[in-house]
């Protein structure tokens, strides 16, 4: 139990000294989001479909991107691009492939919405912020934080 312990404090102290550029990466804010997504709604059909996304405006940040990821999984991610402050530029759009959403600010980052990860040439190394995807069965979606 003593080792272990030590094992931890060691960890703890080698985590706290590292250079973390994360500190870049927390722009956003926990916006209250509770919204329903019915894939079987017109305004969602797309998202009965693996490979598609849809924007939902006043939501979130900046809104929120959702991807249907496969036959069972819609992930949701904040539509505000974390290494801005939220404003008109930050928010993410279609890029046109597939899965890409760019930022309107002037360095253009680009997420992919499949991982949530930032692509290369990326001013900071952050990640989209997500919601919480419940499936409640025939098609609809809660999304929630």
């Keep these: 139990m003593k080792k272990t312990l030590i094992i931890l404090s060691m960890l703890l102290l080698l985590n706290c000294n590292r250079d973390d550029n994360s ?23 797309q998202l009965a479909f693996p490979s598609n996304g849809e924007y939902v405006p006043n939501q979130g940040n900046n809104g929120i991107w959702l991807w249907r990821l496969n036959s069972a999984t819609l992930l949701a991610w904040d539509a505000a691009d974390p290494s801005h402050q939220p ?16 930022c309107g600010c002037e360095d253009e980052n680009r997420y992919s919405l499949a991982t949530g990860f930032g692509l290369e040439g990326n001013t900071q190394p ?13 098609g609809v979606f809660l999304v929630t934080n």
Excluded: K
């Design 87 to 102: 404003s008109s530029c930050s928010t993410l759009t279609e890029s046109g492939t597939g899965d890409i959403v760019v």
């Design 23 to 45: 500190v870049n990466c927390n722009f956003l804010f926990d916006a209250g989001v509770n919204l329903e997504v019915n894939t079987n709604f017109p305004q969602f059909s």
């Design 126 to 138: 952050c990640t989209l912020q997500p919601y919480r995807v419940d499936n409640l069965g025939n």
